[in-house]
């Protein structure tokens, strides 16, 4: 599954089936000529959380292996099972490395089906885990990466890394076996013992039983996971035929859906999620949002909230995106020529690059720039030759999400508005030949969104200083 000269981070948490991956890994990586480290991640739930840290830092240094030990916050809006899981893939999604390798195995393969199977889920949940995954994110940086060379290794430096999992055709009691054949310590989370956790409830007392009349169950729900993932897999590949031409930059037009089965528009509507990395909703969840999708009227704001992102549909299209507060009205930053400047309440950094004869006048910039969203009746002129508008007007015309420009960062020189992304730059600070200037443009995720002089990849529009 990997090449020679991959980075191979383990995450490690102490216990006994991270230790011995760790240990596996350790005494082949020579002959499979990759990198090996460790990632512990802490998540300051229990008394033993330093302790636990502590083990792992010394059991990395007797055997000579790089170790990354990183503190979370752990959010318990829903439980601390999914705050934890969420906080720990956030640090995973962040490693420098090819592949972020987990020590799940065949117990938990199982225990991870039938809880699927308990909470109703589908084909694909109930495929399991895969043995390789791309983590949120690899979709989109595979398309960003197509633009050009340049964009090419910077969306490869900065994807996340794969999710690789080389011990699920082992067991629960190898991994036991093979720890004390090689002497090999560990830590106990004394939270595994807890059956007021579901997957513990199954672990503790329902597969001991199951057990007892089913010897072989391991095996046999393995292999159906298999044939789940197998047919998962053909559904996929109905989906992509039936958005074939309507699945454009992870935008998918709702006319695809009108001429499908009821059946058929879910399968593409949960392609269409997955392939933002999203968790599938609850069948519920996903029929209001392809009701809300199919009939909504023409222009009403059509919102569907899943977790951290939501569905929104604009002109018969319908996007993912991140769940973000509506900025607080009057809510200013003073720029002092940063070429960088993090608005995290607009979601995403406002980059000023210093340039020639193209973007906004320094010497015409006052001594008061200041950056904030809008608050209504701001007026822009960026071509010269029109009078001025409303920057309503404006983002309407550029056919601007809704959304969107409730979040976009305008520049302001004292009660001038000089910038606004998509819509370009006012004609009285537009630089001249040869004159000194800045060349602004926003990006959320790390990616460029509006940007002066450049193609805008996502609405399509030819944004130029002129407008």
Same mark, same amino acid.
């Given at each position: 599954?990997?090449?020679?000269?991959?980075?191979?981070?383990?995450?490690?948490?102490?216990?006994?089936?991270?230790?011995?991956?760790?240990?596996?890994?350790?005494?082949?990586?020579?002959?499979?000529?990759?990198?090996?480290?460790?990632?512990?991640?802490?998540?300051?739930?229990?008394?033993?959380?330093?302790?636990?840290?502590?083990?792992?830092?010394?059991?990395?240094?007797?055997?000579?292996?790089?170790?990354?030990?990183?503190?979370?916050?752990?959010?318990?809006?829903?439980?601390?099972?999914?705050?934890?899981?969420?906080?720990?893939?956030?640090?995973?999604?962040?490693?420098?490395?090819?592949?972020?390798?987990?020590?799940?195995?065949?117990?938990?393969?199982?225990?991870?089906?039938?809880?699927?199977?308990?909470?109703?889920?589908?084909?694909?949940?109930?495929?399991?885990?895969?043995?390789?995954?791309?983590?949120?994110?690899?979709?989109?940086?595979?398309?960003?990466?197509?633009?050009?060379?340049?964009?090419?290794?910077?969306?490869?430096?900065?994807?996340?890394?794969?999710?690789?999992?080389?011990?699920?055709?082992?067991?629960?009691?190898?991994?036991?076996?093979?720890?004390?054949?090689?002497?090999?310590?560990?830590?106990?989370?004394?939270?595994?013992?807890?059956?007021?956790?579901?997957?513990?409830?199954?672990?503790?007392?329902?597969?001991?039983?199951?057990?007892?009349?089913?010897?072989?169950?391991?095996?046999?729900?393995?292999?159906?996971?298999?044939?789940?993932?197998?047919?998962?897999?053909?559904?996929?590949?109905?989906?992509?035929?039936?958005? &074939?031409?309507?699945?454009? *930059? /992870? +935008? @998918?037009?709702?006319?695809?859906? #009108?001429?499908?089965?009821?059946?058929? =528009? %879910?399968?593409?509507?949960?392609?269409?999620?997955?392939?933002?990395?999203?968790?599938?909703?609850?069948?519920?969840?996903?029929?209001?949002?392809?009701?809300?999708?199919?009939?909504?009227?023409?222009?009403?704001?059509?919102?569907?909230?899943?977790?951290?992102?939501?569905?929104?549909?604009?002109?018969?299209?319908?996007?993912?995106?991140?769940?973000?507060?509506?900025?607080?009205?009057?809510?200013?930053?003073?720029?002092?020529?940063?070429?960088?400047? &993090?608005?995290?309440?607009? *979601? /995403? +950094? @406002?980059?000023?690059?210093?340039? #020639?004869?193209?973007?906004?006048?320094? =010497? %015409?910039?006052?001594?008061?720039?200041?950056?904030?969203?809008?608050?209504?009746?701001?007026?822009?002129?960026?071509?010269?030759?029109?009078?001025?508008?409303?920057?309503?007007?404006?983002?309407?015309?550029?056919?601007?999400?809704?959304?969107?420009?409730?979040?976009?960062?305008?520049?302001?020189?004292?009660?001038?508005?000089?910038?606004?992304?998509?819509?370009?730059?006012?004609?009285?600070?537009?630089?001249?030949?040869?004159?000194?200037?800045?060349?602004?443009?926003?990006?959320? *995720? /790390?990616?460029?969104?509006?940007?002066?002089?450049?193609?805008?990849?996502?609405?399509?529009?030819?944004?130029?200083?002129?407008?």
């Amino acid at each position: 599954m990997v090449k020679p000269g991959e980075r191979l981070v383990v995450a490690l948490s102490g216990g006994v089936d991270s230790a011995v991956l760790l240990d596996i890994l350790q005494r082949l990586r020579a002959r499979l000529r990759v990198r090996v480290s460790a990632l512990h991640v802490n998540h300051q739930l229990s008394r033993n959380a330093a302790r636990w840290a502590t083990f792992c830092g010394r059991f990395c240094r007797e055997r000579r292996i790089p170790l990354r030990r990183v503190k979370v916050d752990v959010c318990r809006a829903d439980s601390v099972e999914a705050g934890a899981r969420a906080a720990r893939y956030e640090v995973y999604a962040r490693q420098r490395c090819e592949y972020l390798v987990l020590a799940q195995h065949q117990d938990d393969q199982v225990e991870t089906v039938l809880l699927q199977l308990l909470r109703g889920t589908g084909v694909s949940g109930l495929a399991g885990m895969p043995p390789v995954r791309k983590m949120n994110g690899g979709r989109r940086q595979a398309e960003g990466a197509r633009r050009s060379d340049r964009n090419a290794a910077v969306a490869i430096r900065d994807a996340p890394p794969a999710i690789l999992r080389p011990l699920l055709d082992a067991t629960r009691r190898q991994i036991l076996d093979y720890a004390q054949q090689r002497g090999i310590e560990w830590v106990e989370d004394e939270s595994n013992a807890d059956v007021r956790f579901a997957r513990n409830f199954l672990r503790h007392e329902v597969l001991p039983l199951l057990a007892r009349r089913f010897p072989a169950y391991r095996t046999t729900i393995a292999r159906a996971s298999r044939h789940f993932a197998e047919t998962a897999g053909l559904l996929d590949e109905l989906a992509a035929a039936d958005g &074939a031409g309507c699945l454009n *930059g /992870g +935008v @998918l037009e709702v006319a695809a859906l #009108r001429r499908l089965s009821p059946a058929r =528009a %879910r399968n593409l509507m949960r392609y269409f999620l997955a392939g933002h990395g999203l968790l599938m909703p609850a069948a519920a969840q996903l029929d209001e949002a392809l009701q809300q999708a199919l009939h909504g009227r023409r222009d009403a704001q059509v919102l569907i909230a899943l977790g951290q992102f939501d569905v929104r549909r604009f002109e018969d299209r319908l996007y993912v995106v991140a769940a973000l507060a509506t900025p607080r009205p009057g809510q200013a930053r003073c720029w002092r020529g940063e070429r960088r400047l &993090a608005l995290p309440e607009l *979601g /995403g +950094v @406002l980059v000023m690059t210093p340039g #020639r004869g193209q973007g906004v006048s320094v =010497a %015409r910039l006052g001594d008061e720039v200041s950056v904030r969203a809008r608050r209504g009746g701001e007026r822009l002129q960026p071509d010269c030759h029109r009078p001025r508008r409303t920057l309503k007007n404006l983002l309407q015309e550029a056919r601007v999400p809704p959304w969107e420009r409730e979040r976009l960062p305008l520049v302001f020189s004292g009660r001038d508005l000089v910038w606004a992304p998509g819509i370009g730059i006012d004609c009285a600070y537009q630089a001249g030949p040869d004159e000194l200037a800045v060349c602004p443009s926003w990006e959320v *995720g /790390g990616h460029p969104r509006f940007a002066e002089g450049a193609r805008d990849v996502r609405w399509g529009g030819n944004i130029r200083a002129g407008g």
